[in-house]
């Protein structure tokens, strides 16, 4: 029996047809008049949740290549349910009322939606990682037969650029805890023997991760071994990407300023991505009309913390539609973005939770004390922001929100705080170039 994908669907109402497909997808054309580029985030392309691929002319539930079939078998055998083998599930993801357009009526809203749509993650990256991933994994499987290999993170959470790089997890599992230096050691001399990656490199961070690069592309990876919280939240902020239209533009938007304004980097002292991510999330679920809910609060059952990690996939299926009534353009929710972390937020008194959608009074704890930025994971609930360990670290951040909302309130255009065209000709120039295969 050919594998079932679980699909992730934006619409609550209909499964999208292959002919809209073709038409959402013939819509990215840079050709394409304006509106036509707007109106097609209104329905967002179906998904698998840790391998996409799109569907076949002929069979629209279908792998288009062998390779990605091969990872959907992968990817089901990993991810047991009694219902995977017999029939599709589409997972329900919340959708707005309106489309895009109708929160980019103005200069700064369009500019946003130009720089999310030149950078966005397309199908075609998703499936090169993914392709790389099920090499790797057999490869892998000849010295750790029982080992899954995912790919997690922005690569699936709907968040990720075309350059973005990929991570990966490992799941070994057994009676004894591998230890993560042993493993990634081991693999590290099995990977310096394949022909199809190079510059391999061990950090033993406090998640120990091997680093390396596909060969003959600028595609780098990050593997990790049993960090199943990683999958935990790829499917979290996954649910909140899609649970308003507003929501991959504002965040792809926010990474590239703080990244341009060298505030986004975690071995710098300054902020992860994932941190940022949160913060995001914390503001939209923070406005007196929310644009967001927290999920987890109103949906315990499908995040729980202690579900095995095979059913992970399955919990989000069940979430209702969340319509918002907040109706702010995307440039108003970036202007206030950068002003509520500029002027509102109590850096020294509040702990950001996306957890319970809300700031946390900020207690003596270990955790929390003495910590410039608290932000709370929303599985472990430690501190993802405590690589901002210096003051300097820490004003500098504070002052970039607080000059970018001052500059921003006064120009409305984004070319006021980030070089819009030279951003897109990076990503355009950086993106993956497709390596022989040996």
Request: charged share 25%.
């Amino acid at each position: 029996m050919e594998p079932s994908t679980v699909y992730f669907h934006t619409c609550p109402s209909s499964q999208t047809t292959y002919d809209q497909w073709t038409r959402q997808n013939n819509e990215y054309n840079t050709h394409a008049v304006k509106r036509q580029r707007l109106d097609a985030y209104s329905h967002p392309q179906v998904v698998s949740p840790l391998s996409w691929t799109p569907p076949h002319p002929h069979h629209p539930n279908k792998a288009v290549a062998e390779s990605s079939r091969s990872a959907l078998v992968d990817f089901d055998h990993s991810f047991p349910s009694p219902h995977l083998h017999h029939h599709s599930q589409v997972l329900v993801v919340p959708e707005s009322p309106s489309t895009l357009q109708a929160f980019a009526n103005d200069r700064l809203s369009s500019q946003m939606v130009e720089l999310f749509e030149a950078c966005q993650q397309q199908p075609v990256d998703l499936d090169r990682k993914e392709v790389c991933r099920a090499r790797l994994q057999q490869d892998i499987q000849s010295v750790y037969a029982v080992g899954r290999l995912y790919l997690t993170g922005s690569s699936i959470n709907g968040l990720g650029c075309r350059t973005s790089d990929a991570d990966l997890c490992l799941v070994i599992k057994g009676t004894k805890r591998p230890d993560p230096i042993s493993v990634l050691s081991r693999l590290k001399n099995v990977f310096r023997s394949l022909s199809y990656v190079e510059r391999i490199q061990l950090i033993r961070a406090k998640v120990p991760i091997l680093r390396f690069r596909e060969k003959g592309s600028e595609l780098e990876f990050d593997l990790n071994i049993n960090n199943t919280v990683g999958i935990r939240n790829t499917f979290l902020l996954r649910s909140y990407a899609y649970a308003d239209l507003r929501i991959r533009p504002l965040i792809l938007v926010v990474k590239k300023w703080a990244r341009h304004h060298q505030i986004n980097d975690a071995s710098k002292g300054t902020l992860s991505s994932y941190t940022l991510v949160l913060m995001v999330l914390h503001y939209l679920q923070t406005r007196k009309e929310p644009v967001l809910p927290s999920l987890q609060r109103d949906y315990p059952e499908c995040f729980n913390p202690f579900m095995e990690i095979d059913m992970v996939p399955e919990g989000p299926k069940n979430i209702p539609p969340y319509i918002s009534r907040n109706q702010s353009s995307l440039g108003q929710l970036l202007l206030g973005f950068l002003k509520y972390y500029a002027t509102e937020f109590r850096w020294d008194k509040q702990v950001i939770s996306v957890r319970e959608a809300k700031a946390l009074p900020k207690t003596n704890t270990q955790e929390w004390r003495n910590k410039f930025i608290c932000v709370e994971e929303p599985f472990e609930r430690n501190n993802v922001a405590r690589a901002v360990h210096e003051k300097i670290k820490f004003d500098a951040i504070k002052a970039q929100f607080a000059e970018s909302w001052r500059i921003l309130k006064g120009s409305m255009d984004l070319n006021s705080i980030l070089p819009i065209r030279a951003i897109i000709n990076k990503e355009s120039s950086r993106r993956l170039a497709v390596p022989r295969l040996r």
